[in-house]
Nanobody, 118 residues
Framework: QVQLVESGGGLVQAGDSLRLSCVAS????????MTWFRQAPGKEREFVAG????????NTANSVKGRFTITRDSARNTVYLQMNSLKPEDTAVYFC???????????WGKGTLVTVSS
């Protein structure tokens, strides 16, 4: 059974940092792109950052570029999202997803809530 389990969310103040984790299990993700999305209240889900497991090549949304960094630890089957200089507009549920292409995700986690107070 494939599982993506996110953790690390919480309530922080503007300017603080958080690191989200996504533990992947149930299959090999070596040919997948691991991606973080987020969905703020009343808004559509949006892409945050992605990383190809095999090559480590990353892509980051302009809205978080320079503040958020995506990495992966193959030994731990874990993908991380380091979030620095958090802003109230970063408040959202953050989802981890895995896809064979960047055009559609095959697997999703249940999400972790990040709340940034001003």
């Amino acid at each position: 059974q494939v599982q993506l389990v996110e953790s690390g969310g919480g309530l922080v103040q503007a300017g603080d940092s958080l690191r989200l984790s996504c533990v992947a299990s149930g299959r090999s993700f070596s040919s997948y792109v691991m991606t973080w999305f987020r969905q703020a209240p009343g808004k559509e889900r949006e892409f945050v950052a992605g990383i190809w497991w095999s090559t480590g090549i990353t892509n980051t949304a302009n809205s978080v570029k320079g503040r958020f960094t995506i990495t992966r630890d193959s030994a731990r089957n874990t993908v991380y999202l380091q979030m620095n200089s958090l802003k109230p507009e970063d408040t959202a549920v953050y989802f981890c997803a895995a896809g064979r292409t960047t055009y559609g995700m095959d697997y999703w986690g249940k999400g972790t809530l990040v709340t940034v107070s001003s």
